[in-house]
């Protein structure tokens, strides 16, 4: 079993989440835009609709795991893996990935794990999320400027929630491009088609979604009450 030193601690691979809540929503954003967005990275992303990428927004509260307890904040990107097919139908997602374009954090432990075991893109921000209420609400603000403010409604439970093996991971950091392997256990999983509200800040990365298209309509969002994660050893392309 590997092990890292971050911060004077050893982190023993996989890294273990044993708790955590998390409310994300998918949206339809302009591939053309979403292209320029991730052209960094040397990934191209997947369209779901003819000149349509998906954009995921995601924020998460780590009640227990090894990198301790945070708040943070996810926008990334469906792509395709490298030689698949540039489209993706209903059933062909075994040929995506997710890009991890921007992920602030507001713990400095979990910052440097990040970045070092993996090269996720993570950043100090002030990440309020207020999730004791019917809607879950995160307000995200970076250097002091609003990023945004983003509120979901729970929807219907899904049924056969369990173990899953989600679509893996991509990121870039430093020039190199990385692909994570992962896995979740859910439960209390609830899906609602749109759902979602969003009012942008004066960030630039608020600009960033705005030249996205958002705020629009989401395809689908989604709460997830109780999720126990896995990560495994990142893998350079």
Known sequence: MASHLIQGRTVDMPVRVRDAEVCSALYPVRADAARAVIAYS??????VLPGKAACLL?????RDGDLDTYHEFGMAFLVRRPGAPASVGPGELRHAGVFVHWLPVDQGFTLEAGRSLWGFPKELADIELRLAS?????????????????????GVPVPGAGVMAPLDAYTHCDGVTRVVPWTVRVRGAR??????LIRLGNHP???ELSELGLPKRAMFSTT????????????EL
């Open 42 to 47: 040397g990934l191209d992303v997947t369209e």
């Open 58 to 62: 995601v924020f998460v509260d780590y």
């Open 134 to 154: 019917p809607y879950k609400r995160c307000v995200l603000r970076k250097d002091g400027r609003l990023v945004l403010d983003m509120l979901i409604k729970p």
């Open 191 to 196: 899906m609602r088609p749109s759902g979602a």
């Open 205 to 207: 990365v608020a600009k």
């Open 224 to 235: 997830v009450a109780h999720a126990a994660m896995c990560f495994g050893e990142a893998r």
